[in-house]
């Protein structure tokens, strides 16, 4: 069994000893924990925006290499 799995069951073991009215604490912790996760992604989808901009792809390569060929041939 998956890690993850394991820890699944073992919240949801926990919650049902959890009394009514401390649940919307659980929910609200992951939400938070959620929400978190969600900057940290989001924060290196930015971070990483950019980071390649001067630099060609490679079909823009391919496609550069190739002017430059017929150049050569004519």
């Keep these: 069994m998956g890690a993850r799995k394991l820890y699944e069951e073992k ?4 919650i049902k000893n959890i009394p009514e009215e401390e649940l919307p604490k ?3 912790l992951i939400e ?9 992604y989001l924060a290196a989808i930015k971070e990483g925006r950019g980071k390649y901009k001067d630099a060609l792809s490679p079909l ?6 190739k002017q430059e060929e017929k150049l050569l041939d004519r």
Excluded at 11 to 14: E, S, T
Excluded at 32 to 39: A, L
């Design 11 to 14: 919240i949801l073991d926990l």
């Design 60 to 65: 823009e390569e391919f496609m550069k290499r």
């Design 32 to 40: 938070r924990i959620k929400e978190e996760q969600t900057k940290k």
């Design 26 to 28: 659980v929910v609200s």
